[in-house]
């Protein structure tokens, strides 16, 4: 067992989350800041089939991406030509680790022992703005290729002279000029080297590259430096702003990216959809940390290193995994069969996830043969995506803030739990809503990544000696955990038709933009907008960006025809001229709907739904024995059946 690492500052910018407190509620209110591929970004008609097999192409059109974000470079006093001529990566991972040595008390540096303060940063490929701006030195290339092409259609020299300069001149306007600075601005070694030039730190930066296990890696060399007394304070995190098609044809043409919705740890895992962003934690030696009075959001008690050895470069092992998590456990002093949540690296593909799972089950196994409780297991990349080389830090940010506010998240993106997560011995878990930390459990979590190469890393960590048992749910966080929803409601009320067609027309400007996660931002905003003396209204379902923007068209459509009325009940579409205010209706499904045994969306609204769908498994109308038991396959029961399925459907109603 080593001396524990405190947590002391962090800070991060994540699709849809700005802080780590942003992150958190998101966690809580499983939003997932997935949307379309931004134009701006790549131009999907360019890439997008579905044709897998067509090469340079891609299949999958989401991704969750960091929308408005400006680097102040005025604030930072960054020179305009050395700003444009350097990767973006460098100047968030510069911001977001000023923000987090502010968030650690020291804010623009001050107070930091500069010699012995170090820089441990995780990247991989620097950023797609440096890969864009290369392009613009293939010029010579391009320009071969082109002549070649015009000489062989016969056009002569003069002309072909003339076109070449005009092209050359539209070819390279999008890309900064080579100057001095832009060798420095494309690599990725230098990034960790500007934070430090920045804040004047000489304990050493560098960056390291283990693909997507970048950042955890940073973290556990950071962790040991601190135990070495190579550094007194540790700035450790990832950065990853690479969403293009170096990436993206490459993950398609391995089948990693999600051709349909991105599940997590679920039977029906199919791949990821990417993301990116940026984490910084502040480390220090937990004696350290309490001498000088600092707050500490939870220590490092271990971590681990491996590598899968003769294993694939690209296909994960459980052997390699397994002595990760042997070794973190083994330096923490404590097993694996006493932590309660795993963030796990947990990319939705259907072989990594299952490798994963049954590493830590084996795990977890081997420590406790006697049998112990399940552990939670999540990852948020469900949330904001697979953020690759800033992935790693992400999770520990969000286990450091479960452990400290002593609540089990819900497991975003699992919906048909995988089978390892099944069945009375099994080891792991995945949870639909929140639960308050048990009492008699300590507050500990570990957090998993893996990369290409067969490099897996684990830290453990645990809330600070004050913080060792679990809170009541605030108000705030039982409504975040009741917000999901399978779908949204969109309301719209108008004082006439013309009015309602010019609503319906802005709306359709930017929702094909929005995040699946601003869909229930737009859900709510016009909920606020509704009036009580408009005369026209319209509601419909979504439960998508492209689903909503298909229903808008349609009612444009209906509205525009000069219609009155409209009722489209298979796509939850309402359009009518009313007289009166109108009165809330309640709809009781007959046996044409689905029936769920378990209470479904009910669960997250209702305390006691649980109880009361219990209570319709086991017995039906008239209180006899059997019910809907089997409606989800538990005992082999038909679970459209109508002895099964009615007693389940009359229970959900009422």
Same mark, same amino acid.
């Given at each position: 067992?080593?001396?524990?690492?405190?947590?002391? /500052?962090?800070?991060?910018?994540?699709?849809?989350?700005?802080?780590?407190?942003?992150?958190?509620?998101?966690?809580?209110?499983?939003?997932?800041?997935?949307?379309?591929?931004? @134009?701006?970004?790549?131009?999907?008609?360019?890439?997008?089939?579905?044709?897998?097999?067509?090469?340079?192409?891609?299949?999958?059109?989401?991704?969750?991406?960091?929308?408005?974000?400006?680097?102040?470079?005025?604030?930072?006093?960054?020179?305009?030509?050395? =700003?444009?001529?350097?990767?973006?990566?460098?100047?968030?991972?510069?911001?977001?680790?000023?923000?987090?040595?502010?968030?650690?008390?020291?804010?623009?540096?001050?107070?930091?022992?500069?010699?012995?303060?170090?820089?441990?940063?995780?990247?991989?490929?620097?950023?797609?703005?440096?890969?864009?701006?290369?392009?613009?030195?293939?010029?010579?290339?391009?320009?071969?290729?082109?002549?070649?092409?015009?000489?062989?259609?016969?056009?002569?020299?003069?002309?072909?002279?003339?076109?070449?300069?005009?092209?050359?001149?539209?070819?390279?306007?999008?890309?900064?000029?080579?100057?001095?600075?832009?060798?420095? /601005?494309?690599?990725?070694?230098?990034?960790?080297?500007?934070?430090?030039?920045?804040?004047?730190?000489?304990?050493?930066?560098?960056?390291?590259?283990?693909?997507?296990?970048?950042?955890?890696?940073?973290?556990?060399?950071?962790?040991?430096?601190?135990?070495?007394?190579?550094?007194?304070?540790?700035?450790?995190?990832?950065?990853?702003?690479?969403?293009?098609?170096?990436?993206?044809?490459?993950?398609?043409?391995?089948?990693?990216?999600?051709?349909?919705?991105? #599940?997590?740890?679920?039977?029906?895992?199919?791949?990821?959809?990417?993301?990116?962003?940026?984490?910084?934690?502040?480390?220090?030696?937990?004696?350290?940390?309490?001498?000088?009075?600092?707050?500490?959001?939870?220590?490092?008690?271990?971590?681990?290193?491996?590598?899968?050895?003769?294993?694939?470069?690209?296909?994960?092992?459980?052997?390699?995994?397994?002595?990760?998590?042997?070794?973190?456990?083994?330096?923490?002093? =404590?097993?694996?069969?006493?932590?309660?949540?795993?963030?796990?690296?947990?990319?939705?593909?259907?072989?990594?996830?299952?490798?994963?799972?049954?590493?830590?089950?084996?795990?977890?196994?081997?420590?406790?043969?006697?049998?112990?409780?399940?552990?939670?297991?999540?990852?948020?990349?469900?949330?904001?995506?697979?953020?690759?080389?800033?992935?790693?830090?992400?999770?520990?940010?969000?286990?450091?803030?479960?452990?400290?506010?002593?609540?089990?998240?819900?497991?975003?993106?699992?919906?048909?739990?995988?089978?390892?997560?099944?069945?009375?011995?099994?080891?792991?878990?995945?949870?639909?809503?929140?639960?308050?930390? @048990?009492?008699?459990?300590?507050?500990?979590?570990?957090?998993?990544?893996?990369?290409?190469?067969?490099?897996?890393?684990?830290?453990?960590?645990?809330?600070?000696?004050?913080?060792?048992?679990?809170?009541?749910?605030?108000?705030?966080?039982?409504?975040?955990?009741?917000?999901?929803?399978?779908?949204?409601? =969109?309301?719209?009320?108008?004082?006439?038709?013309?009015?309602?067609?010019?609503?319906?027309?802005?709306?359709?400007?930017?929702?094909?933009?929005?995040?699946?996660?601003?869909?229930?931002?737009?859900?709510?905003?016009?909920?606020?907008?509704?009036?009580?003396?408009?005369?026209?209204?319209?509601?419909?379902?979504?439960?998508?960006?492209?689903?909503?923007?298909?229903?808008?068209?349609?009612?444009?459509?209906?509205?525009?025809?000069?219609?009155?009325?409209?009722?489209?009940?298979?796509?939850?579409?309402?359009?009518?001229?009313?007289?009166?205010?109108?009165?809330?209706?309640?709809?009781?499904?007959?046996?044409?709907?689905?029936?769920?045994?378990?209470?479904?969306?009910?669960? #997250?609204?209702?305390?006691?739904?649980?109880?009361?769908?219990?209570?319709?498994?086991?017995?039906?109308?008239?209180?006899?024995?059997?019910?809907?038991?089997?409606?989800?396959?538990?005992?082999?029961?038909?679970?459209?059946?109508?002895?099964?399925?009615? @007693?389940?459907?009359?229970?959900?109603?009422?």
């Amino acid at each position: 067992m080593v001396s524990p690492i405190a947590i002391v /500052g962090m800070a991060c910018r994540y699709p849809d989350a700005c802080s780590p407190l942003e992150l958190w509620e998101n966690v809580l209110a499983q939003r997932r800041a997935f949307r379309r591929i931004p @134009p701006e970004r790549l131009r999907l008609e360019d890439y997008l089939t579905e044709d897998r097999a067509a090469p340079d192409s891609i299949y999958s059109s989401e991704a969750a991406v960091i929308e408005g974000y400006e680097f102040d470079r005025i604030g930072y006093c960054v020179a305009g030509e050395t =700003f444009r001529a350097t990767d973006m990566t460098h100047w968030l991972a510069l911001d977001i680790a000023a923000q987090a040595l502010r968030d650690g008390g020291f804010e623009g540096g001050a107070g930091l022992p500069r010699d012995t303060t170090g820089v441990f940063l995780g990247n991989t490929l620097t950023g797609e703005f440096s890969r864009a701006g290369v392009m613009r030195l293939r010029w010579p290339y391009v320009r071969r290729v082109v002549a070649a092409s015009l000489a062989s259609g016969g056009w002569t020299i003069e002309r072909r002279e003339a076109f070449l300069s005009q092209l050359e001149v539209a070819y390279k306007e999008p890309f900064p000029a080579i100057g001095e600075e832009s060798l420095a /601005g494309g690599l990725s070694n230098t990034i960790a080297g500007r934070i430090c030039n920045h804040f004047d730190l000489k304990g050493g930066g560098y960056t390291i590259d283990g693909a997507c296990a970048s950042s955890l890696l940073a973290i556990a060399n950071a962790c040991s430096a601190l135990v070495a007394a190579d550094v007194d304070v540790a700035l450790a995190g990832g950065v990853d702003l690479s969403i293009d098609p170096f990436e993206l044809v490459g993950f398609a043409k391995t089948g990693a990216l999600a051709s349909g919705m991105m #599940r997590v740890y679920d039977a029906r895992s199919n791949g990821f959809w990417p993301g990116e962003g940026c984490g910084f934690v502040v480390l220090m030696r937990e004696a350290d940390a309490r001498a000088q009075q600092r707050r500490i959001y939870a220590t490092i008690r271990g971590w681990g290193i491996s590598s899968d050895g003769h294993g694939g470069i690209t296909r994960p092992e459980v052997g390699g995994q397994l002595l990760a998590l042997q070794r973190a456990y083994r330096r923490a002093g =404590f097993g694996i069969e006493t932590v309660a949540y795993l963030e796990g690296h947990g990319t939705g593909t259907n072989v990594g996830d299952a490798t994963e799972l049954k590493a830590v089950s084996q795990a977890r196994r081997q420590a406790a043969p006697g049998g112990v409780p399940a552990a939670v297991i999540g990852t948020v990349k469900a949330n904001v995506g697979h953020t690759k080389a800033a992935a790693g830090v992400a999770g520990l940010i969000k286990a450091a803030l479960v452990v400290g506010a002593g609540v089990l998240p819900p497991t975003t993106g699992c919906e048909e739990p995988h089978a390892e997560l099944c069945g009375e011995s099994a080891m792991l878990r995945t949870l639909r809503g929140g639960e308050r930390w @048990p009492s008699d459990v300590p507050r500990r979590a570990g957090v998993s990544s893996m990369g290409f190469g067969g490099i897996n890393a684990h830290v453990v960590i645990e809330a600070g000696a004050d913080e060792t048992h679990g809170r009541a749910l605030s108000n705030r966080e039982k409504t975040l955990l009741a917000s999901p929803q399978d779908a949204e409601l =969109f309301l719209l009320t108008a004082t006439d038709t013309n009015e309602l067609l010019r609503q319906t027309e802005h709306l359709l400007t930017f929702v094909a933009r929005i995040s699946r996660a601003e869909m229930s931002d737009l859900a709510a905003h016009l909920e606020g907008q509704v009036g009580d003396d408009e005369r026209v209204r319209a509601a419909f379902v979504a439960a998508n960006p492209e689903e909503l923007a298909m229903r808008l068209e349609k009612l444009r459509a209906v509205v525009a025809g000069g219609a009155t009325k409209y009722t489209d009940a298979a796509a939850g579409l309402f359009f009518n001229h009313v007289k009166t205010k109108p009165r809330i209706g309640f709809l009781f499904p007959g046996q044409g709907s689905p029936s769920n045994s378990e209470g479904g969306i009910w669960r #997250r609204r209702f305390a006691n739904i649980g109880e009361l769908y219990a209570r319709a498994r086991h017995a039906d109308d008239d209180g006899r024995a059997g019910g809907a038991d089997g409606a989800d396959g538990a005992d082999g029961a038909d679970g459209v059946a109508t002895e099964t399925a009615q @007693p389940s459907i009359v229970n959900a109603s009422l």
